[in-house]
């Protein structure tokens, strides 16, 4: 079983739609949790991070972390084109174990 | 905030040839860099940590011979992909973790990354 599930997608919303990206994991140490986002053939770009359980915002996006479930969301309101990458989950314990990814394009 | 740049941004060599790749930080120093390989349509896969003034960390099944980490100053480390051979193409990302502002978090800055291809 790998540390980190996600889901590759791809998923394909039309603009405007709000738009959930979850992760699961199974190693209860992490304390940190992190969202990137990469466009086609560049690096990876930081989005959001959280620190234990809770919700955070900023903007349109929001992240939502549930240790208890071991799982975490990003839910992207109003959704536009831009927001059409790869959209990768982070987890710190004792280092940084990234999800797969998941593909993601929002349709003008 | 944090810029990590990365140089080359693409490159194409034969087969049996070496190729160096530079990662910078350029606001920020970084006692510690880490290095990625990223095949398509998957997730980045770390392979060594980069440490200024020692050795690197490389992780399980990472060849250090092949994969040559040198961690000169505290904004610049850079991989040496040694005798390289077609399996050896990939996109290859550096980071650094940025503190700054993050109370706690290794949140980290990716270079743009660099595609290597190898004939």
């Known amino acids: 079983q790998k540390e980190v599930e996600q889901d590759p997608g791809p998923l394909s919303v039309p603009e405007g739609a709000i738009v959930s990206l979850n992760c699961t994991y199974s190693?209860?140490?992490?304390?940190?949790f992190m969202w990137y986002r990469q466009y086609s053939r560049k690096g990876p770009e930081l989005l959001m991070y959280?620190?234990?359980?809770g919700n955070k915002e900023d903007g349109r996006f929001t992240a939502q972390v549930d240790k208890s479930s071991k799982y975490i969301s990003l839910f992207i309101r109003d959704s536009q084109p831009s927001d059409s990458a790869t959209y990768l989950c982070?987890?710190?314990?004792?280092?940084?174990?990234f999800g797969s990814g998941t593909r993601l394009s929002i349709r003008p | 905030g944090a810029v990590v740049s990365q140089h080359p941004s693409w490159v194409i060599c034969k087969s049996g040839t070496s190729v160096k790749i530079e990662c910078r930080s350029l606001?920020?120093?970084?006692?510690?860099m880490f290095w990625y390989r990223q095949f398509p349509k998957q997730s980045l896969m770390l392979m060594a940590t980069?440490?200024?003034?020692?050795?690197?960390?490389?992780e399980q099944g990472v060849e250090k011979d092949k994969f040559l980490i040198n961690h000169a100053s505290l904004t610049l480390s850079t991989l040496t992909v040694t005798s390289a051979h077609p399996e050896d193409s990939s996109f290859y990302i550096c980071?650094?973790?940025?503190?700054?502002?993050?109370?706690?978090?290794?949140?980290?800055?990716f270079g743009a990354g660099s595609r290597l291809t190898v004939l």
């Open positions: 980071s650094a973790p940025d503190r700054g502002g993050n109370a706690g978090a290794n949140v980290l800055t």
């Open positions: 190693n209860s140490a992490f304390q940190y």
């Open positions: 959280t620190y234990s359980s």
């Open positions: 982070a987890m710190e314990g004792s280092k940084i174990i």
């Open positions: 606001d920020f120093q970084a006692t510690t």
């Open positions: 980069s440490n200024e003034g020692s050795k690197a960390t490389y």
